[in-house]
């Protein structure tokens, strides 16, 4: 059936004007016409369903509640209560209520246009000198932001503690509530809640787990070392990034395997990875991309959201990750 040109067109008006305006579910290669919203909003209505399924991929564009709200009233869709912390999965089922009816020769025709595929054009490889560069660009585009915590403040740090650390216990390796960690100033808005998750660390028995306090506030005591927190950002490791890249890139890694060498070459010496692991300045790490364990697969990894992961005074690291609504720890050896 699709969607009516009326409802495409009360859609894309609820859509942030400059997502619309640039055409930036598409890669940019599609430019609507009019100067106003309200005029790019009916060009877009007037296009294919495929490009309202692209359109609400949380994986380029997560909307905030209020926006997925707005949407699912349009579209007629029931939301599940229960998922208002995750805003990307109320956003999913938005995407699959498009999916449903959605005609699959034209989906795969725009597709076509926009990717390409193996039938229309040769395999995508990547070759030397480029391919560094490819590879790059792809890790720039889904590199997420992170927070180092660092014991001294600065002007390049927030002003407020992000953290605290019990220096006294993992000094001594014994058994306690490590770290405490305010989840209001977390990178990722997925995660953000307000209250504090504390992190009890014993690794004697090695196990951790993790008690979340809503409404507290952070307040350092004795013994424990306020941590502030630095932006930066974090290029995904070349097992994530060959998971996470766009099909182009996929298609390009599989026909020239060897390509990921060069990043994975370019990764260690370029990205603070072996630093971060060996110096004692960064206590822990907010948000970012998992690492790869033997334990468990980087598929099985990419299903949580990454939290925290400590590191200074902290061997075997700890990884806090959110499933749901649930969190788990991990000890990590190193």
Not at 173 to 177: D, F, I, K, N, R
Not at 293 to 297: A, G, I, Y
């Given at each position: 059936m699709g969607f009516p040109v009326s409802v495409k067109y009360q859609i894309y008006q609820t859509f942030p004007e400059d997502y619309i305006d640039t055409g930036v579910f598409v890669n940019h290669k599609f430019v609507p016409e009019g100067k106003s919203q309200k005029e790019r909003a009916k060009w877009w209505a007037g296009q294919s369903d495929a490009f309202l399924m692209f359109a609400l991929e949380p994986e380029i564009a997560t909307f905030d509640l209020n926006t997925i709200r707005k949407l699912a009233k349009i579209m007629k869709v029931t939301l599940d209560p229960e998922d208002d912390e995750f805003p990307e999965d109320q956003q999913l089922v938005l995407l699959d209520e498009v999916m449903r009816d959605l005609n699959k020769s034209e989906y795969d025709e725009i597709a076509n246009v926009l990717y390409g595929t193996p039938a229309a054009a040769p395999p995508a490889t990547l070759d030397e000198p480029t391919n560094r560069d490819e590879l790059w660009n792809e890790a720039e585009r889904i590199a997420r932001p992170i927070l180092l915590l660092v014991a001294r403040k600065s002007k390049s740090t927030t002003q407020e503690p992000v953290a605290v650390w019990n220096s006294r216990l993992s000094q001594k390796?014994?058994?306690?509530?490590w770290i405490?960690?305010?989840?209001?100033?977390?990178?990722?808005?997925?995660?953000?809640?307000?209250?504090?998750?504390?992190i009890h660390v014993d690794h004697r028995a090695d196990n951790s787990t993790t008690t979340f306090q809503a409404d507290?506030?952070?307040?350092?005591?004795?013994?424990?070392?306020?941590?502030?927190?630095?932006?930066?950002?974090?290029f995904p490791n070349p097992e994530i990034l060959e998971i996470k890249a766009s099909s182009k890139i996929q298609s390009a890694i599989a026909s020239s395997p060897a390509a990921v060498d060069g990043y994975e070459t370019d990764y260690w010496e370029e990205c603070y990875p072996r630093d971060l692991y060996s110096h004692t300045e960064v206590y822990?790490?907010?948000?970012?991309?998992?690492l790869t364990?033997?334990?468990?697969?980087a598929e099985e990894m990419l299903d949580s959201h990454l939290v925290l992961r400590t590191y200074a005074d902290s061997e075997p690291w700890v990884e806090i990750f959110?499933?749901?609504?649930?969190?788990?720890a991990f000890t990590r050896i190193t």
């Open positions: 390796g014994a058994a306690g509530e405490r960690i305010d989840l209001r100033h977390h990178p990722n808005p997925k995660l953000r809640r307000d209250g504090v998750l504390a507290q506030q952070l307040k350092p005591e004795k013994g424990e070392k306020a941590l502030y927190g630095k932006e930066e950002v974090e822990a790490q907010v948000g970012g991309w998992p364990w033997p334990e468990q697969s959110r499933t749901g609504r649930k969190y788990e």
